[in-house]
T-cell receptor, first 110, second 110 residues
Framework: GIQVEQSPPDLILQEGANSTLRCNFS?????LQWFHQNPWGQLINLFY???GTKQNGRLSATTVATERYSLLYISSSQTTDSGVYFC????????????FGQGTRLTINP | SQTIHQWPATLVQPVGSPLSLECTVE??????LYWYRQAAGRGLQLLFY??????ISSEVPQNLSASRPQDRQFILSSKKLLLSDSGFYLC?????????FGPGTRLTVT
């Protein structure tokens, strides 16, 4: 099946810093989503981005489908950005199910 | 708008006891429904998914089962819980492209 790798696994930054999270996948996809899991476990949808670029406030994402990767950018980090960020993909042969990466744990220190 | 409900929010059960977790979706019809488990603080494992009433696909062989008795209801069950069943159980739904998660049930098997 399709493989999803996220990097880095852990990232510790000071408030105000910028960060880039990467997601590599092993096959063509028809769905790619980024999620933020907050400290209470809730998975928050950030982007639905099988291709192209989207922005939402301080967050933006880019997926280059032909090169099989996606990037999540967080600018001017705040402590509330802390948590685990997941990338998940659905391959064309994936039978309508998302495959998750192992996540990037982001810690923003004040 | 669509909402997804899961209950209970937390559950402590002894080894060998039965389990029933319920998930319902409001505001949509014929969704795909999913059960995930998060055992180690990161990484989501897909357990079951359903594309319609009575249609269940199992991803991981174990002592859990799932049922979909109604269009917007998805139930996760076990006849006898194991210690290894402890974890955070998340229900999700999808209509079209983007997938959304419920608030989760934190299960501790003692």
């Amino acid at each position: 099946g399709i493989q999803v790798e996220q990097s880095p696994p852990d990232l510790i930054l000071q408030e105000g810093a910028n960060s880039t999270l990467r997601c590599n996948f092993s096959d063509s996809v028809n769905n790619l989503q980024w999620f933020h899991q907050n400290p209470w476990g809730q998975l928050i949808n950030l982007f639905y981005i099988p291709s192209g670029t989207k922005q939402n406030g301080r967050l933006s994402a880019t997926t280059v489908a032909t090169e099989r990767y996606s990037l999540l950018y967080i600018s001017s980090s705040q402590t509330t950005d802390s948590g685990v960020y997941f990338c998940a993909v659905e391959g064309f042969r994936g039978a309508q199910k998302l495959v998750f990466g192992q996540g990037t744990r982001l810690t923003i220190n004040p | 708008s669509q909402t997804i409900h899961q209950w209970p929010a937390t559950l402590v059960q002894p080894v060998g006891s039965p389990l029933s977790l319920e998930c319902t979706v409001e505001g949509t019809s014929n969704p795909n429904l999913y059960w995930y488990r998060q055992a180690a603080g990161r990484g989501l494992q897909l357990l079951f998914y359903s594309v319609g009433i009575g249609q269940i696909s199992s991803e991981v062989p174990q002592n859990l089962s799932a049922s979909r008795p109604q269009d917007r209801q998805f139930i996760l069950s076990s006849k006898k819980l194991l210690l290894s069943d402890s974890g955070f159980y998340l229900c999700a739904w999808k209509v079209g492209g983007e997938q959304y998660f419920g608030p989760g049930t934190r299960l501790t098997v003692t």
